[in-house]
């Protein structure tokens, strides 16, 4: 039965009875790091040619050009019509893709890709350095939400030759390497964008990549069709004929899916948590969790500054001691997470600092914090009313918001949910900012370069760009920090910057971390190597007898 969210939950957690003993064997099976199906009997097999297979994406991506949008479902979709320069495996090593080899120079100030020859996008036309030129100078550094400051240093990029890409840089950037992927580079195809207003452009939506499958077609609130490049470069692959990814909103219905053979693969933790018990133990289906591991994921609140109330730091402080992280990640995430102590997780070991500023749960704390605030308890015990926007991508989200309302309510703080779409959720939040909490979650990528620069410093406030800096978070250290950390060669060098960083955000407090998340895909039995790297292609993916 799925876990309500009420004040008799919320009482048990308050007097430091949590729920876990409930929750263990599904928290058990979370961590436990067992695949049910024997990874021997998918790694001796030969692989088969042929087939079509369902895949599940939630939500319904609002467009399909990851180097404009890196929502996760925009993510996934791109990484299986387009490759990037490297891939990354479960060491989060690189390995060859479009760029067969590489060269960092001694002094850190370049970078010379070898690109592999005879790659095609889908429409015929060669892929050259001229597409890796192109993108880098109108895309990654003018309008990719994450990459116009990881890529700031790189004054340009030399083609001597069509199969050669040389970054030049005015400083060394230790991060650029960490991401090269798909997902953090997206290349575009210059012969179709040069020119020409990138934001409508009609192949934001019909994409032509150089990726294992080519798109068929989108037949909106129903599925994308996604067919068989017959003429990748990589030799006999992707095995599938077909991969058709539907949007299925309902997370019960999707356990169906499941259950009844409909579906076959789905990522991002795509079933209701109290389900996942019981799938796993279906013969017909695996819970796998590896494909996550360049993510380092984490949710939190962002609290809009400008808001009358959330601008005094007194506030965000009481807010983070009215919320019970552990009860968040048992209750609402059934320990598919653990509770937040900063913004990088500690997964991120080279870079995590344990000792930064805390706030453990304490309602007393958190009353005295609003008294001193100037906030005292109105006469309906309502100190003030704020809004909360869950990012709208399934249930789990939306409980968070509910597990929000409740603990602010006990200490006299008044929420009121909001559940919209997407493309609502994103204008709200990130264009007018037009809201006062949203509750969502994030990424690290392999480095904080990558992942918060885009929401923690200030050169890309309310510009409708998702998952950029929607707080109105202004502070010149935090600027300067990721400048200095862009240009630091020294790695220990900028673990101490980094380290800095998270000191002054968990004392400011725009962001408040919840929980470390652990995603996991559903995969049939039947499907073999869907998982084999550090993203959602299903590029060697390969259906058994």
Known sequence: MPVSISDDNLGTIARGATRRAALSSAAAFAFAGNIPLALADQTTAEPRRGGSVTAV?????????AGLNTAMPTSVLWANIFDGLVRYGFDLKPRPELAESWEVAEDGLSITFRLRQGVTWHDGTPFTAADVQWTLDNVWKTIHPRNRLLFASVERV???????AIFRLSAPSIAIMGALNSNGAPILPRHLFEGTDILNNPHTNAPIGTGPYVFKEWSRGNQIVLERNQHYWDPGKPYLDQVIWRFIPDASARSIAFETGEAQFAPYSPVALQ??????????????????????????LELNLDNEYLRDVRVRHAIAHAIDRQGVADVVWYGFGKPAISPVPSTATAFFDPTVPRYPFDLKRAEALLDEAGLPRGANGTRFAVTDDPVPYGDDFRRTG?????????????????????????????????????SSWTALFSDPQIGY???????????NVPWTNASGYRNPEIDAIFVQAQREPDQQKRIA?????????????????????????VVAANLRDAVTASDQSLRDAWLAA
């Open 402 to 438: 509910e597990y929000v309302k409740q603990s602010l309510k006990r200490v006299g703080i008044d929420v009121t949910l909001r559940n919209e779409d997407t493309a609502v959720f994103t204008k709200r939040v990130y264009g007018t900012r037009d809201f006062d909490i949203s």
């Open 453 to 463: 620069g885009k929401i923690y410093t200030s050169s890309i406030i309310g510009k």
């Open 497 to 521: 910057l980094f380290n800095r960083f998270q000191h002054i955000v968990q004392t400011d407090l725009p962001i408040l971390p919840l929980i470390e998340l652990n995603f996991f895909s």
């Open 275 to 300: 389900d996942v018990d019981r799938l796993s133990k279906l013969p017909g289906l695996r819970i796998e969790k590896h494909g996550y591991e360049w993510t380092g994921a984490w949710l939190y």
């Open 57 to 65: 994406i939630t939500p319904e991506p609002i467009t399909l050009n």
């Open 158 to 164: 030399d083609t001597p030759d069509p199969h050669t």
